[in-house]
């Protein structure tokens, strides 16, 4: 194929990669791409890649690629931060309630710090000497 040569000669002059990071999250992987264009027009790429495996032991990746334009850039980023300090506060108070009912069910059962407690009856000295 003699074309094939020149397209992917332009395709890599039409896109050069300015910066890349990978981040391996439990199952997934997040890649972060700073790129521009041949007129120097900016954008960003985040591709979500996840591997699958079919019924005979064979894997794929599915991918999910997000492309972020420099105009966008801003209003972008502020609703990214704004989503994640809402989880990140959700995430705080559920915490902090879970660990007050599991404080309280250990303290009703017995468990403090992890070790075991008996709980004794209230014995006065002169119920002993009848």
Do not use: C, P, W
Request: net charge negative.
């Amino acid at each position: 194929m003699e074309g094939y040569g020149k397209k992917e000669e332009f395709v890599k002059k039409n896109r050069e990669d300015i910066y890349s990071n990978a981040v391996r999250a439990g199952k997934r992987t997040y890649f972060f791409d700073a790129k521009a264009t041949r007129n120097e027009d900016y954008y960003l790429t985040i591709t979500e890649s996840k591997k699958r495996y079919d019924k005979e032991g064979n894997y794929t990746y599915e991918k999910h690629k997000i492309f972020l334009y420099k105009e966008d850039f801003d209003k972008f980023s502020e609703g990214l931060l704004e989503a994640i300090e809402i989880l990140k506060e959700a995430n705080k108070t559920h915490t902090e309630e879970t660990v007050e009912v599991v404080q309280e069910a250990e303290v009703s059962s017995g468990i403090i710090d992890g070790l075991e407690v008996e709980s004794f009856s209230q014995v006065e000295f002169e119920d002993l000497s009848e």
